[in-house]
């Protein structure tokens, strides 16, 4: 037997012919071609090589994919801590005075955009008075000239 | 047995190459007897050391310790697919077919003659045998595998693996028996 165990199942006429099965695996093993070994580590080792640099890289990178996570990690306690320490309040304590502030902004700017348009629109006004006035004044003038028949 | 796999796993050369020539010829015998084909065989060798050298480094050879059975898991598997492929089945026969198919199989020619009569009839009784029965023995006898590695690799009991080695033996040796010339009695050469 090829292997160092035993059947116990097996009768002294199936150990004989264990014994010969054991004499066929020898003579086909001996059949190998001599250089059968060689040639298969020479053709096989490029791929064992390449995947055992695979792996390494993959190793690096796994490990430098766990630095930047321990580096991340860390960063936040240390901020998380400094905060603590320096009993620096959250942003929602000043939010009512910057909100004051930003109505009193806008306020100003509305009132400022309302007199720029009536100033405008008091101009526009004006202007459309002036021009109303002076074309009366014409027709008045041309009037009594026809009427008093005076002549140029 | 470790010391050389983790080397190998770590691109050394002649770790490689030890391991190689350690189980190359036990994959061959394998697979020639299954196949029959000395170059199929040969193919199918190569391709099991390459599957064998991209999954090692890669972690997946989990199963410390038991380095043949994965191996031998390997080369079933591949063995398998080829025989799918090829269509070909060592299908139980008639024991009353078996010595002209003996006459028919291909290498039972000139490598038959070589091996002796004896191995060569049990050779051809080994073809005639259930794919089931001829693993078992293949397995044993052409890997050399130990019942318990067996009982791993095809994730059976040990009890049942060798209660069907023993039954695939029984089987052998009846074929084996069917096929025997019966002898002249000596009172009849006179």
Same mark, same amino acid.
Request: hydrophobic share 45%; proline share 4%; aromatic share 4%.
């Given at each position: $037997?090829?292997?160092?165990?035993?059947?116990?199942?097996?009768?002294?006429?199936?150990?004989?012919?264990?014994?010969?099965?054991?004499?066929?695996?020898?003579?086909?093993?001996?059949?190998?071609?001599?250089?059968?070994?060689?040639?298969?580590?020479?053709?096989?080792?490029?791929?064992?090589?390449?995947?055992?640099?695979?792996?390494?890289?993959?190793?690096?990178?796994?490990?430098?994919?766990?630095?930047?996570?321990?580096?991340?990690?860390?960063?936040?306690?240390?901020?998380?801590?400094?905060?603590? $320490?320096?009993?620096?309040?959250?942003?929602?304590?000043?939010?009512?005075?910057?909100?004051?502030?930003?109505?009193?902004?806008?306020?100003?700017?509305?009132?400022?955009?309302?007199?720029?348009?009536?100033?405008?629109?008091?101009?526009?006004?004006?202007?459309?008075?002036?021009?109303?006035?002076?074309?009366?004044?014409?027709?008045?003038?041309?009037?009594?000239?026809?009427?008093?028949?005076?002549?140029? | 047995? !470790?010391?050389?796999?983790?080397?190998?796993?770590?691109?050394?050369? =002649?770790?490689?190459?030890?391991?190689? #020539?350690?189980?190359?010829?036990?994959?061959?015998?394998?697979?020639?007897?299954?196949?029959?084909?000395?170059?199929?065989?040969? +193919?199918?060798?190569?391709?099991?050391?390459?599957?064998?050298?991209?999954?090692?480094?890669?972690?997946?050879? /989990?199963?410390?310790?038991?380095? +043949?059975?994965?191996?031998?898991?390997?080369?079933?598997?591949?063995?398998?697919?080829?025989?799918?492929?090829?269509?070909?089945?060592?299908?139980?026969?008639?024991?009353?077919?078996?010595?002209?198919?003996?006459?028919? /199989?291909?290498?039972?020619?000139?490598? !038959?003659?070589?091996?002796?009569?004896?191995?060569?009839?049990?050779?051809?009784?080994? +073809?005639?045998?259930? #794919?089931?029965?001829?693993?078992?023995?293949?397995?044993? =006898? =052409?890997?050399?595998? /130990?019942?318990?590695?067996?009982?791993?690799?095809?994730?059976?009991?040990?009890?049942?693996?060798?209660?069907?080695?023993?039954?695939?033996?029984?089987?052998?040796?009846?074929?084996? #028996?069917?096929?025997?010339?019966?002898? +002249?009695?000596? =009172? #009849?050469? /006179?």
């Amino acid at each position: $037997m090829n292997a160092p165990d035993q059947n116990p199942f097996l009768t002294p006429r199936d150990r004989v012919l264990a014994e010969r099965l054991d004499a066929l695996s020898q003579q086909e093993r001996a059949e190998a071609p001599d250089t059968l070994a060689a040639r298969v580590a020479e053709r096989t080792f490029p791929l064992l090589q390449q995947a055992s640099r695979r792996e390494a890289l993959g190793l690096r990178h796994r490990g430098l994919k766990l630095a930047a996570a321990l580096a991340a990690g860390l960063a936040l306690i240390v901020g998380t801590a400094w905060m603590v $320490m320096h009993r620096v309040r959250p942003p929602a304590s000043i939010v009512p005075g910057t909100l004051a502030a930003l109505e009193d902004d806008i306020e100003l700017l509305l009132s400022l955009q309302s007199m720029g348009q009536d100033s405008t629109g008091e101009q526009i006004d004006a202007l459309f008075a002036d021009a109303a006035a002076v074309s009366e004044a014409l027709e008045a003038d041309s009037l009594d000239l026809v009427l008093n028949g005076d002549s140029l | 047995m !470790d010391a050389l796999l983790a080397a190998a796993r770590r691109g050394d050369e =002649h770790a490689w190459r030890v391991i190689v #020539e350690r189980y190359a010829r036990r994959v061959y015998a394998l697979a020639r007897s299954r196949c029959r084909r000395p170059d199929l065989a040969e +193919e199918i060798t190569q391709s099991v050391f390459a599957t064998i050298a991209a999954k090692l480094p890669a972690g997946q050879y /989990t199963e410390q310790g038991r380095f +043949e059975s994965w191996l031998f898991r390997i080369v079933i598997n591949r063995i398998r697919d080829e025989m799918r492929r090829a269509r070909v089945r060592a299908d139980a026969v008639d024991p009353a077919m078996l010595s002209a198919r003996q006459a028919q /199989t291909p290498e039972s020619t000139a490598n !038959d003659l070589d091996l002796g009569s004896e191995l060569a009839r049990l050779r051809a009784a080994l +073809e005639a045998l259930s #794919e089931s029965d001829r693993e078992v023995i293949e397995l044993r =006898h =052409h890997a050399g595998l /130990t019942f318990r590695q067996m009982a791993d690799l095809l994730n059976e009991p040990l009890g049942t693996l060798l209660a069907r080695h023993h039954r695939a033996l029984k089987k052998l040796r009846q074929l084996m #028996e069917a096929t025997e010339r019966p002898r +002249e009695p000596d =009172h #009849e050469r /006179t």
